[in-house]
Nanobody, 125 residues
């Protein structure tokens, strides 16, 4: 059974950092690409970053502006999203997603087959 479980969300002050984790199980992680998405109330789900299967190519949304970093550790079956210099505009539910597609630019929600339940990130003073 494919399962993705996000963790690491919470309440942080503006300017601070968080690291989100996505624990993958039920499938060979090294055969899947991963993406991070977020969805704020009343807004569509938007792509943050993705990391490809073979060459670990990474892509980021324009709003990231160098603040976020995606990484994968296949040995630990975990994908990470490090987020620095958070602002209130980053407040959203953050989701991890997986797909066995081999392209490098998988930035749309419809590119992914499996999703986690999400973790809430709230940036507020």
């Amino acid at each position: 059974q494919v399962q993705l479980v996000e963790s690491g969300g919470g309440l942080v002050q503006p300017g601070n950092s968080l690291r989100l984790s996505c624990a993958a199980s039920g499938f060979p992680m090294d055969a899947y690409a991963f993406g991070w998405f977020r969805q704020a109330p009343g807004k569509e789900r938007e792509g943050i970053s993705c990391i490809a299967i073979h060459d670990y190519t990474t892509v980021y949304g324009d709003f990231v502006r160098g603040r976020f970093t995606i990484a994968r550790d296949n040995a630990k079956n975990t994908v990470y999203l490090r987020m620095n210099n958070l602002t209130p505009e980053d407040t959203a539910v953050y989701y991890c997603a997986a797909t066995d597609r081999t392209e490098s630019m998988l930035r749309r929600p419809q590119d992914y087959d499996y999703w986690g339940q999400g973790t809430q990130v709230t940036v507020s003073s």
